[in-house]
């Protein structure tokens, strides 16, 4: 846990593993009087992003995060770390989140995805009971695809369906390579500390439930959004999937590929902002400091235009 921040756990209703809780945390700077960033992260993630805080509230935001459900601070003992069955599932912290931010401030309200967390963001202000309460939405290289070629995809999807039908714990061990982490991490070849129990550099498995729940998701996305909020939707200029570590590692998406950002999210809304950031990694905001602080400030200079 970092200082500075408050952590809160929401307790919430059980589920196929038992008891289940998501962590709400929120900045010590934070007013109450000024417009609020809820942040919610992406897959084998959680909040270690105090930089992005403290950036806001330089410039004139509160700050709030969610720990989803069975990530982070958020896994209990006796469930699978990052597991689930359906991204709805995620809709009731959210729904607490929001209302729990509400309780205290009235202003403008940004919900902030990143990776996974855009997905989950983007189907909740389509079908979150809170929706309204949302003023904009911005987008940290949105997982609107699997980065599979597309036959791969037709061929997932039902294999998928059919093994987690039969094992609901079914799963695949190394699917994600640890190019990624060890690029973030500031033992290997980054400048982020983070706690690898929550985000280990080989990964959490993958499990077939989990990849269903997320192509269903994107194909109700690519099917049926209609956001009414508008929509910032960031990305890096490159997107490769590297060998081993390298310079370009540290310039591009390794972990997505951008061309999917830019074919499906346009359809997200009627009010959508594409934004190429030049050298940006995965996670735009865990960039080197110079490209990380224009995608800082590009954003709040577009919120400032748009809400």
């Not at 729990?100 to 202003?107: D, R, T, V, W, Y």
């Amino acid at each position: 846990m970092f200082k500075d921040f408050n952590y809160q756990q929401l307790k919430l209703a059980k589920d196929y593993e038992g008891e289940v809780e998501a962590t709400f945390i929120n900045a010590s700077t934070n007013t109450y009087k000024r417009p609020v960033f809820l942040y919610i992260h992406g897959f084998i993630d959680y909040f270690f992003h105090p930089h992005v805080s403290h950036f806001l509230d330089e410039v004139g935001y509160d700050f709030c995060a969610l720990e989803l459900r069975k990530y982070g601070h958020s896994i209990l003992p006796h469930q699978h770390p990052n597991y689930c069955r359906n991204i709805e599932e995620y809709f009731e912290e959210i729904d607490k989140a929001i209302l729990k931010i509400k309780e205290l401030n009235q202003e403008e309200l940004i919900l902030m995805g990143h990776s996974t967390g855009g997905l989950v963001s983007s189907l909740y202000l389509n079908k979150g009971n809170q929706h309204d309460k949302v003023d904009a939405l911005v987008l940290n290289s949105p997982f609107l695809e699997m980065n599979v070629p597309t036959f791969s995809r037709k061929f997932l999807k039902p294999f998928s369906k059919w093994v987690g039908s039969l094992l609901p714990f079914g799963k695949l061990d190394g699917m994600l390579p640890p190019t990624y982490p060890s690029s973030v991490h500031k033992d290997y070849n980054g400048e982020w500390e983070f706690d690898l129990k929550f985000k280990p550099i080989e990964g959490f498995p993958v499990y077939f439930k989990w990849s269903r729940a997320i192509m269903n998701a994107q194909d109700e996305l690519k099917q049926n959004s209609s956001i009414k909020q508008p929509i910032l939707l960031m990305y890096s200029h490159d997107s490769y999937i590297p060998i081993k570590h390298e310079d370009r590692v540290m310039k591009s998406d390794i972990v997505l590929n951008v061309e999917h950002m830019k074919k499906y999210g346009p359809g997200l809304g009627k009010n959508v902002t594409m934004m190429e950031i030049q050298n940006g990694m995965h996670d735009l905001f865990l960039s080197p400091k110079e490209v990380r602080e224009e995608a800082l400030t590009k954003m709040t200079d577009w919120l400032s235009d748009s809400v």
